[in-house]
């Protein structure tokens, strides 16, 4: 089993940077996919960024490309979000996914195909 801990969240202001981190435990894969993956007031989830196990493959929603920069360190078994140039339409609940297999498509994966995840970090963000 694996477990998803997100850590970082917390009330921002607008044009403010904040780094979420994902670490991971329990039996990882060398082929895991992760993403983060947030869910606004009022809407459905959507996903955000995402990256292979090499971190050589990265996919973004257009709203925050060239705002926010997903990474992973393998060695510490952690995921992270660096969001700068926060805007209020960025508050959600920002939770972590992973799964065992790597990403099949070229394109932004869709939250249905991640098996585990965490519990979610509040992001806050006042206008």
């Known amino acids: 089993q694996v477990q998803l801990v997100e850590s970082g969240g917390g009330l921002e202001q607008a044009g403010g940077s904040l780094t979420l981190s994902c670490t991971t435990s329990?039996?990882?894969?060398?082929?895991?996919?992760t993403s983060w993956i947030r869910q606004a007031p009022g809407k459905e989830r959507e996903c955000v960024a995402a990256?292979?196990?090499?971190?050589?493959?990265?996919f973004y929603t257009d709203s925050v490309k060239g705002r926010f920069t997903i990474s992973r360190d393998n060695a510490k078994d952690t995921v992270y979000l660096q969001m700068n140039s926060l805007k209020s339409e960025d508050t959600a609940v920002y939770y972590c996914?992973?799964?065992?297999?790597?990403?099949?498509?070229?394109?932004?994966?869709?939250?249905?195909?991640?098996?585990?995840w965490g519990q979610g970090t509040q992001v806050p963000v006042s206008a």
């Open positions: 996914a992973a799964r065992r297999s790597p990403f099949y498509s070229d394109t932004l994966p869709t939250q249905d195909i991640f098996t585990f």
């Open positions: 329990g039996r990882t894969f060398g082929t895991d996919g």
């Open positions: 990256i292979n196990w090499s971190g050589e493959t990265t």
